[in-house]
T-cell receptor, first 115, second 116 residues
Framework: AQSVTQLDSQVPVFEEAPVELRCNYS??????LFWYVQYPNQGLQLLLKYLSGSTLVKGINGFEAEFNKSQTSFHLRKPSVHISDTAEYFC?????????????FGAGTRLFVKA | EPEVTQTPSHQVTQMGQEVILRCVPI?????FYWYRQILGQKVEFLVS????????KSEIFDDQFSVERPDGSNFTLKIRSTKLEDSAMYFC??????????????FGQGTRLTVV
């Protein structure tokens, strides 16, 4: 069965500092990997996804993530964060099975950017 | 860009009442899903639906829940007799068989259900 572990429940960081949000997954099959952002009282917005090919994936808002198959990781990074990046970030894994495109989410990491 | 729409955005209901959450998936998508997010917790898979039947469901999706595609455009989640612990954000999603829809599920903005 697929699972996702987000290693940090909260990450406080100062504005303009770099940040890395960690994610590890487990799956017995080839998977697709995603990062979603959720701003307070809002829905899920896709930041980026990894399907195949280049292991470095660039997304919206200056975020990028690197797929590492040997370490089963998909960490999210941003070189310089803004106050507006304060939000909940979810790593997710999915594959195409009989149930379609079922997505399994991690527990989330709350990024708190301080001035 | 096509999007999944959910109505209402917020619904308050009395405990024990039936509630129906509505979703309009992207028009050419074939797979439909419901997810739940209890406040402050992660997003959990409830059910997937394909070809007018449930293709997979989680342990959360018990007999209190049902899904339906009553016409060619809507996809609904019914909770028969709501409990306080059903209070959550409910997300609808859809995916397809080609293009971007084949490689990701598209999520709606959610319906916040509050059971009082």
């Amino acid at each position: 069965a697929q699972s996702v572990t987000q290693l940090d429940s909260q990450v406080p960081v100062f504005e303009e500092a770099p940040v890395e949000l960690r994610c590890n997954y487990s799956s017995s099959v080839s998977v697709y990997l995603f990062w979603y952002v959720q701003y307070p009282n809002q829905g899920l917005q896709l930041l980026l996804k990894y399907l195949s090919g280049s292991t470095l994936v660039k997304g919206i808002n200056g975020f990028e993530a690197e797929f590492n198959k040997s370490q089963t990781s998909f960490h999210l990074r941003k070189p310089s964060v803004h106050i507006s990046d304060t939000a909940e970030y979810f790593c997710a894994v999915s594959d195409q099975g009989t149930g379609g495109f079922k997505t399994i989410f991690g527990a989330g990491t709350r990024l708190f950017v301080k001035a | 860009e096509p999007e999944v729409t959910q109505t209402p955005s917020h619904q308050v209901t009395q405990m024990g009442q039936e509630v129906i959450l509505r979703c309009v998936p992207i028009s050419n998508h074939l797979y439909f899903y419901w997810y739940r997010q209890i406040l402050g917790q992660k997003v959990e898979f409830l059910v997937s639906f394909y070809n007018n039947e449930i293709s997979e469901k989680s342990e959360i999706f018990d007999d209190q829940f049902s899904v339906e595609r009553p016409d060619g455009s809507n996809f609904t989640l019914k909770i028969r007799s709501t409990k306080l612990e059903d209070s959550a954000m409910y997300f609808c999603a859809s995916s397809g068989a080609s293009g971007r829809g084949k490689t990701e599920a598209f999520f709606g903005q959610g319906t916040r259900l509050t059971v009082v």
